[in-house]
Each structure stands twice: as structure tokens, then as C-alpha cells.
């Protein structure tokens, strides 16, 4: 007898209140328990088109809905007693008959109101976007095969809707089709494989196989990744790579769930000591917290859960006892007091971001090496005499470290490497898009060639902190072993498709690689957000405490609101609002139901300081892609409600948002 659980029993249970969802959990573990008991006045669901279905008594106004085939048991759904029957009389659980995997089908005939309504009006006007598509291929991308027509009537105004009654496998196909993406068909079962086995049918149901699993699993209703991936998550998680394998997407695809579950998918191996880490302490904290919510005690154990920079700091003072790290400023000083020294004239910035981007961070330890060095994430190109006069002030500065007993943070990264036992058997690495070079040298060099041995997730589209370097020339090789995650599952559309308009199409990485950001779909819808230019600050604010109040007053409470800014003297101009008030590169990491980006002006993003020291082209392009970053971060932490707002003269970036709100949809649907 096999024991399931449905996605859709989860989103059911998650919006009963606190004291039913006690009761149905108690009864979703007698039941596992035992199904005959006699308290559960199971009743088949006469009506239903499904003769499978059960309807089992929690309370007397709750019921689970159950779905019983030869002996196995499957919590389909739950709720108050006639929406139990209802939900259960319109749906059907069956084998798709061209992907062979089991499906919810919801009963076409109980939503024609609601789409074909809208078709009358629109009908005459709009092209039907999968028009020319044939029957096969719609039933290779998993539309339940009553549903055919109704798909190929839709347009770009329906097709939201018409997804959102659709198996999550079709709803992603034509929500990729309508943005002009050529969806990939779902694997065709043979006949006889077992349907429940199915990729598409594993991102709905969930064997449970014991009362623990079932605990865990009913804990966190919410937190629905805990149960159940995506068939290209779930891939990510468990498959062995022969090296350094990597998980990409833009925001809210679940990079950071896959990481978790590929941590915990590894330290199973009782033999492995997994390192799951980020590029700084907010965002371990932030995987610590989340870590326990898939991981058994038992692989908990095996599990350190620490930002690169503790680690290394942690490692060096065991191995070497404590050295101070030199501060930047001192730092600073010390390379210019070396320029005076070797009567170089030099422009103090460029001379920081040569030691730092190059120097220090490659540890080139001779004038050779940085002769023949190529220029690693640095446009600018230099001539021998230049870089022969510059080695003097980097060779002058490493020794005056030496003799004050100061080391750099990327120092101690280098002398780690190939001294001695390195802790850990796999590491697995959130946020990589913002890993420094020193630490990836440490990276590759500790488990850089073992199998399964590095495993990275990130977005280069996100990437706010650090210069770009291509990761080839630090040792890592993930050609044939990266993929990108398509399902946004934070961010509804109209959110999703207004911030994506933030980045190129195309990004290109510091190795030439093309990522493209097409083809992505979110599974929900929500309103549009609100884009708004003020002439004057003051009511800037009070808008925004309105809209504030507005989405108190419909139920969302202060901490799931952020207001998000680019500097410190912003936070102060919107504390007072009902909300929590952050710097936009503190929220990395985070999500909200409802995100305010404001005082989005011209001077403020991109950040005017960082234009100024600008030395060149080359970094001005830097300064430009890393604040435009910045606001795809901050305006993707938005789940349900998005605001972006600044006051003339406004940022270019908000500028841009705004004029394409006033140019007529791009057809795009999505
Ligand atoms: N398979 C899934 N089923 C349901 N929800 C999911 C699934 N995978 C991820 N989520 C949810 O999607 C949201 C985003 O996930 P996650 O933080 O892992 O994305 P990310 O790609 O790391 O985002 P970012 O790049 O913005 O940091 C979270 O709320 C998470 O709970």
C-alpha cells in the first residue's frame, strides 16, 4: 500500500486557519495509520466523475478529499465540506495518454464561464497563439486531452487564465510558447512504465513513507519546495557530475532550493562532509534558517553551513594562527605612500583596483607573472614599461604588509590552498555570481577535479557586489555540466515581465558565454505594477504611505512590505513608514509580498559616487550593469504587489520602466 500527497492537498491546507490545520493534520496521520478507521466516514463522492474518489471526516465541517486506487492512498485536497465535494465532482486523476504521466484534470465544462465569456469579446479581435499547432504537439507539452480546444482558442488575454487551470507541465509549455519560446515535450512514457514515476507527476505527488515524512512534509505548508521540485530542480538535486557542475536562472527559479536539497542530497552519504556556503554571513544565516526544513537531523550533522569568508578566516587562524587583516583605508595609504616612493604618478583608484582585481586577487608574486598575466576582468590594456613601473609599488606594498604583520582577506584565501586537509568532501555554493576570485582559486584547488566536488548556484543578472572574471582561469570548468531553471515561482507575471525588461535579452559572461533570459514563466498572476514620477519628495512619501496603507487595510501585514533604497539617507526619508525600510543590496537573498523600490532619482541609481570614480569606459559599463543589477534584485524580491517610484528628475532606469508602460502591449503574453 502506497501512501501520497498531492501539491494540491498542501495549497488547500495552507489556507485553512491554524486550529483546522491541526485538526487535518492529526487525521492526515491516523489516516496514514490506518484508513479503516471508523471515524473517517469515508463516503464516496457520488457525483464525482472519478469514481476513485473518497471524501474522509476531519472535523464536522472538514473533509479531506481522498483518492483511492487498488489499495494506494492519495491526499488529494481539503477543506469545508461542500467545497471538498465540489473540487472533488470536477476533477479527475488519470495517465496523460501521449506523456503517460498521472494528472489532476479539472472538468473543462466548470470554467467555460470564465474563459469562453471573455473569448466573445475578444474572439473577433485576437490571434490564437497555438492556432497552428498541432493536437500531437499539444499533447507532447501534457494538455489533458479535453482541454486541446480550449487552448487553441487562446490569446494573449487569456492565456493566463487558461494556464492557470492546466497540469503545471502544460501551464509551462504554453506560457513559454506565448513568449515565442519553442517548449521542450515532456518525456513519453512507454506503455506499462509505472505513471506515478513520472518526472511530471513527481512535481506533484509525493510518496510519503512514514508518519515522520508525512510530519515533515504537513510542518511547512507554505514552504511547498520542502515536497515538491520541479522536474529540472529534482534533475539538479540528484544527478552526479564528473566536476564543477552549476544551477543558473534569473531570479525567483529556485536556485537557492535547489542548493539546499543538493546539499542535503549529498551529505546522505555518511561518508561526506558537505559545506553548503555564500558569499557573506546575511545570506548563511538566511540558508541556516532554511536548511532544517529539508534536512533530517541525521544529515544535518554532515552539513556546515558557513559564508566563504568566515571559513577562510576560521581555516587560516587553525592552520596559521591569527594574522590582522589590513583595513582599506590603510590599505590605500600604504599603496600610495609606495607610489611617492617609486616617484610614480598614479591615479590612487586605478592603483587600488589594480592590486585588488589583479594582484591580490590572482596573487601574482613576481614581475613576470604580472607581465604575462592576461588582464583578467580588467578592460583596460597596458603597456610592459607601465606594468614594470606598477611592480614596483605592489612589491614595495606586499613587503611593507609583511613587516607591519598585515595580511589581505585574498591572502589568506592563497595560503590556504594546497596546505593541508581541506574539511570538506563537497561544497555547495549559493548567490555564485558574487563569489570572489581568491575563493574560487581555494575552491578549485581543494575539489575543483573531484566528482561532485563543486556545485554552484546562481544569476549573473544579479551580480552587485563583484567585478566579473572568467571562471576557466580560476581552475573551473562547468562547460556541459550548467543549466538554467525556467519556472519563477516567486514573482507573479506581471511582476516578473516588467523587471526582466531591467536586463538585456542576452547576458553575456566574463568568458563570452551567452545566457539567455527567455522563455521563463511565473506560476502565478497579481496586479501590474504600479510605476510612479513625482515632482516632489515629500509626496513621494506620502503616495507610498498610502499604497502601504492601502495593502494593510486588504491583509498584508508590515513585515511582508519592504521599501527598499539605495542609501542610507533614504532609509531615514521612509522610516516612518508601516513597513521595514532596507538598503536595496541588504534585501539580496530575501522575499516580500509586497516590495516598494523608492526614491529612484537620477542622482541616487546608478549611484553618482560610483560614476565619478569611474576611470574609463570599461568601468563606467561596470558601474551601469551592476546598478541596473541592483534594481532587477530589489524589484524581484516582490511576490504579489510591486511599487517603483522616484521624483524628477528620476533615474534612467525608472525612466525606461515608465515609457514602456505607456507603448500598447508587445504581444508578448507573458
Ligand atoms: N518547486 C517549488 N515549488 C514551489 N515553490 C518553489 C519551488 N522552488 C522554489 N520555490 C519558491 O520560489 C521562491 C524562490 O526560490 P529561491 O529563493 O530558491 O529562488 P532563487 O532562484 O534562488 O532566487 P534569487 O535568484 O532571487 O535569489 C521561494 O519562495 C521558494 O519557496
Known sequence: MTHRIADTFYDALAKLTPQEQKAVKQSAFDFQMDPSLPGFQMHRVDRAKDPNFWTARVTRDIRMVIHKTDGDTLLAWVGHHDDAYRWAETRRIEAHPKTGAIQIVEARETVEDVVVHRFVEEAVLLPRLFESET????????????????????????????????????????????????????????????????????????????????????????????????????????????????????????????????????????????????????????????????????????????????????????????????????????????????????????????????????????AETYRDLPRLGRKQRMAASRREALWAVFDATRSRLEVEGLTTEASSAHDLRGHGHF???????????????????????????????????????????????????????????????????????????????????TLVEADGSEESRLGVTSVFDGPA??????????????????????????????????????????????????AQVMLMHDAKGAEFRAVAVAGLNHDVLPDNARLLAALDEAQLDEVMATERHLLYVAATRARDFLWLSGTEPVSEFLADLAALETVPSDGSGQ
Open 135 to 366: 493536437d500531437e504537439t499539444l499533447l507532447s507539452w501534457g494538455v489533458p486531452e479535453d482541454w486541446i480546444g480550449t487552448v487553441r482558442e487562446a490569446t494573449d488575454e487569456t492565456v493566463l487564465d487558461i494556464a492557470g487551470y492546466l497540469p503545471s507541465e502544460a501551464a509551462d509549455a504554453i506560457l513559454a510558447a506565448a513568449t515565442g519560446e519553442r517548449p521542450t515535450p515532456s518525456i513519453a512514457f512507454a506503455t506499462g512504465q509505472d505513471p506515478w514515476s513520472h518526472p511530471d507527476a513527481l512535481r506533484r505527488f509525493r510518496v510519503v513513507e512514514d508518519v515522520e515524512e508525512l510530519r515533515a512534509a504537513l510542518d511547512a505548508p507554505w514552504e511547498k519546495w520542502t515536497v515538491f521540485l520541479h522536474p529540472a530542480q529534482r534533475e539538479y538535486v540528484d544527478r552526479d557530475f564528473n566536476g564543477p557542475a552549476r544551477v543558473i536562472g534569473s531570479a525567483g527559479t529556485g536556485k537557492t532550493v535547489v542548493a539546499l536539497h543538493r546539499a542535503v542530497r549529498l551529505a546522505a552519504d555518511p561518508s561526506a562532509h558537505v559545506l553548503l556556503t555564500t558569499f557573506n554571513r546575511r545570506l548563511a544565516d538566511l540558508l541556516r534558517q532554511k536548511l532544517p526544513l529539508v534536512a533530517l537531523p541525521s544529515a544535518m550533522e554532515r552539513i556546515t553551513v558557513e559564508s566563504l569568508g568566515s571559513v577562510i578566516h576560521r581555516l587560516h587562524a587553525e592552520r596559521f594562527g591569527g594574522v590582522d587583516v589590513v583595513d582599506e583605508m590603510t590599505l590605500r595609504r600604504f599603496l600610495e605612500e609606495a607610489a611617492a616612493g617609486a616617484s610614480l604618478t598614479v591615479d590612487p583608484e586605478f592603483l587600488f583596483d589594480e592590486w585588488s582585481l589583479i594582484i591580490d586577487a590572482w596573487n601574482v608574486r613576481d
Open 423 to 505: 574539511p570538506w568532501t563537497h561544497v555547495v555554493v549559493d548567490e555564485a555570481q558574487d563569489i570572489s576570485v581568491p575563493e574560487l582559486l581555494l575552491l578549485a584547488d581543494a575539489l575543483g577535479a573531484s566528482p561532485n566536488g563543486l556545485f554552484f548556484a546562481g544569476d549573473i543578472g544579479q551580480r552587485i557586489f563583484r567585478a566579473p572574471f572568467p571562471w576557466a582561469a580560476a581552475g573551473i570548468d562547468i562547460r556541459g555540466r550548467s543549466r538554467s531553471l525556467k519556472v519563477n515561482y516567486r514573482t507573479s507575471h506581471q511582476i516578473r515581465r516588467r523587471s526582466d525588461t531591467l536586463l538585456p535579452e
Open 529 to 578: 505594477p504600479a510605476i510612479r514620477i513625482f515632482d516632489d519628495p515629500h509626496r513621494e512619501h506620502d503616495d507610498l504611505g498610502q499604497w502601504i496603507d492601502d495593502l494593510r487595510r486588504r491583509g498584508v501585514e508590515a513585515d511582508e512590505i519592504a521599501v527598499l533604497v539605495r542609501s542610507t539617507v533614504q532609509v531615514r526619508q521612509f522610516e516612518d513608514l508601516k
